[in-house]
Nanobody
Framework: VQLQASGGGLVQPGGSLRLSCAAS????????MIWFRQAPGQTRERVAT????????YYADSVKGRFTISRDNSKNTAYLQMNSLKSEDTAVYYC????????????WGRGTQVTVSS
């Protein structure tokens, strides 16, 4: 499975961005899809997870109520809608997939930089 994250950029505090994760390699609908992030000097953090058929989601406490994860299996794509962005959301965001919900990923994509700054 190959994953490509996109949609990052520079945004002011309070603004919004939508990240996309395009997957290829077949059978993506068999995987849960995950967004992680890593800020400079910080450990990588699981931000959000969505189950294979979208019936379950997980969010880190730091993003609950502001971020929404979704997926479109017909397009082999997952999304992360990020609203009310804060400076502490600045990080490289990575998408990943795992066969079992909330287990460590088997495949990772390259990250996309999100910078929240005025």
């Amino acid at each position: 499975v190959q994953l490509q994250a996109s949609g990052g950029g520079l945004v002011q505090p309070g603004g919004s961005l939508r990240l996309s994760c395009a997957a290829s390699g077949g059978g993506v609908s068999r995987y849960t899809m995950i967004w992680f992030r890593q800020a400079p000097g910080q450990t990588r953090e699981r931000v959000a997870t969505i189950s294979r058929n979208s019936d379950a989601t997980y969010y880190a406490d730091s993003v609950k109520g502001r971020f929404t994860i979704s997926r479109d299996n017909s397009k082999n794509t997952a999304y992360l809608q990020m609203n009310s962005l804060k400076s502490e959301d600045t990080a490289v965001y990575y998408c990943a997939v795992s066969k079992i919900y909330m287990r460590p990923p088997e495949y990772w994509g390259r990250g996309t930089q999100v910078t929240v700054s005025s």
